[in-house]
């Protein structure tokens, strides 16, 4: 185990790179917290760093990488990545948008059941940091792991990314259902049913199917799916109580990646038939073509099947 303390850059001051810092400051790391706002440069913050984590919108990576890229890094500084995501032009994970921009830098993902402010008040939780560098991602694990925060490793850094982006589109449709008061069984069902429609569009994607049933998948799932902390919640919530979207947007802390990943989902689905009934009634509901109830109503009258089939394709 590493013991000397490591130089961390992490760019993107929201709510999410606060909570990391916190989290790499309770080890005694030296964090420096950059975003747009910051008075020093950004090649200032970069400078005797070790390890740069990008905590940005999905919006916001590709300008990074752009600005990273004219800074020309060192190629051993490793880079992790914490944002969910899908970027609306090219379909990639933002993963996948580091590795082609810097080919020969390990690259790590971080991902997980993570409500920004229960980190921020110390609560327990636990994360996935994978790559496809072992000893990469055992350094990021070693950073942020505390007494009250346990961090695991995988080496489906794909996976783990695609679990966390795509629940939440669910979490929406989770929102809904919270928002339109339908009770417990309907939420057990809406999650239950979802599982199977993440995985398919996730391996589909390049991601292992047991990934998805771990802390990344399943675990992020429940987390985002059953929290008013969350902002893709709160959009499903408040446009089943009548709010729309812009109302939603205008007064939202934060960005809902679950809205422009949604998007995303359906340009895959329509172009490669992929069967993904939830996300369909989320985007018909994000688009302002249904009601809420319809898009209950909707998937409630859909035809009647064997509960694994959807597993089998």
């Known amino acids: 185990m590493i013991q000397k303390p490591t130089t961390i850059t992490i760019i993107g001051a929201g709510m999410w790179g606060n909570a990391l810092a916190k989290l790499a400051n309770h080890n005694a790391h030296p964090v420096r917290l950059w975003g747009r706002s910051s008075p020093e440069t950004l090649i200032q913050a970069l400078e005797q760093t070790d390890v740069i984590l990008s905590a940005v919108s999905m919006q916001g990576v590709q300008p990074i990488i752009n600005q990273l890229k004219a800074l020309n890094i060192a190629e051993d500084i490793i880079l992790v990545t914490a944002t969910k995501g899908l970027d609306p032009v090219t379909f990639k994970t933002p993963s996948q948008l580091w590795q082609t921009a810097f080919p020969h830098s390990p690259i790590v993902v971080l991902s997980g059941p993570n409500l920004s402010k229960e980190i921020e008040q110390g609560l327990p939780g636990a994360t996935v ?35 966390g982006t795509l629940k939440n589109v669910v979490a929406i449709a989770s929102g809904v259902c919270d928002g339109l008061k339908l009770g417990t069984n309907a939420k057990a069902a809406l999650l239950t049913r979802a599982l199977p429609e993440i995985i398919r569009v996730g391996t589909y994607l390049g991601g292992q199917k047991k990934t998805f049933f771990g802390l990344s998948g399943l675990g992020d799932l429940l987390a985002t799916c059953n929290s008013s902390l969350s902002r893709n919640y709160q959009v499903g919530y408040r446009q089943a109580e009548g709010e729309s979207l812009a109302e939603i947007l205008s ?20 172009s490669q038939n992929l069967y993904l009934p939830i ?4 985007y018909q509901l994000l688009q302002g073509q249904i009601t809420p109830q319809a898009a209950v109503k909707a998937l409630m009258e859909r035809d009647l099947k064997s509960e694994f089939n959807d597993w089998e394709q």
Not at 142 to 163: A, K, Q
Not at 259 to 268: D, F, S
Request: a negative charge; zero cysteines; proline letters at 2%.
């Open 129 to 163: 940091v994978a790559s496809h560098s072992s000893s990469s991602s055992e350094l990021v694990q070693y950073l942020f792991s505390s007494d009250s925060f346990r961090v695991y490793i995988n080496s489906d850094p794909l996976g783990t990314e695609l679990g």
């Open 279 to 282: 996300v369909q009634q989320v």
């Open 251 to 270: 007064t939202l802390e934060g960005t809902a990646e679950g809205i422009n990943t949604t998007e995303v989902l359906i340009k895959i689905a329509e």
